[in-house]
């Protein structure tokens, strides 16, 4: 079993920047595809980027490809999703997923087996 902690949120300007943060704990992470997904006020939950445990081939959603990247440290347990430019319509609260023993990204919240907290981000223009 996997517990995730998201961090790194915050308020900041259009056009800055963040680095959010997911610390796991739990055996074998290296063996967990990772995604991030966001959900903002009176919307859906949706995936934004996502990696398999191999680290190759991340996964974007449009609105962010440029702008986001996914990351993972295997060695610390944890997952980055850099952040920049960012918009007011990024505004949202985000959440670290993780799907047991997947190579490839995966990009539906159901195939996803544990979940963290989130981590709200909040941009102003």
């Known amino acids: 079993q996997v517990q995730l902690v998201e961090s790194g949120g915050g308020l900041v300007q259009a056009g800055g920047s963040l680095r959010l943060s997911c610390a796991a704990s739990?055996?074998?992470?290296?063996?967990?595809?990772l995604g991030w997904f966001r959900q903002a006020p009176g919307k859906e939950r949706d995936i934004v980027a996502a990696?398999?445990?191999?680290?190759?081939?991340?996964y974007y959603a449009d609105s962010v490809k440029g702008r986001f990247t996914i990351s993972r440290d295997n060695a610390k347990n944890t997952a980055f999703l850099h952040v920049n430019s960012l918009k007011p319509e990024d505004t949202a609260v985000y959440y670290c997923?993780?799907?047991?023993?997947?190579?490839?990204?995966?990009?539906?919240?159901?195939?996803?087996?544990?979940w963290g907290q989130g981590t709200q981000v909040t941009v102003s223009s």
């Open positions: 990696i398999g445990w191999s680290g190759g081939n991340p």
């Open positions: 739990g055996r074998a992470f290296s063996s967990y595809a």
């Open positions: 997923a993780a799907k047991y023993g997947s190579v490839s990204p995966k990009l539906s919240e159901s195939e996803y087996d544990y």
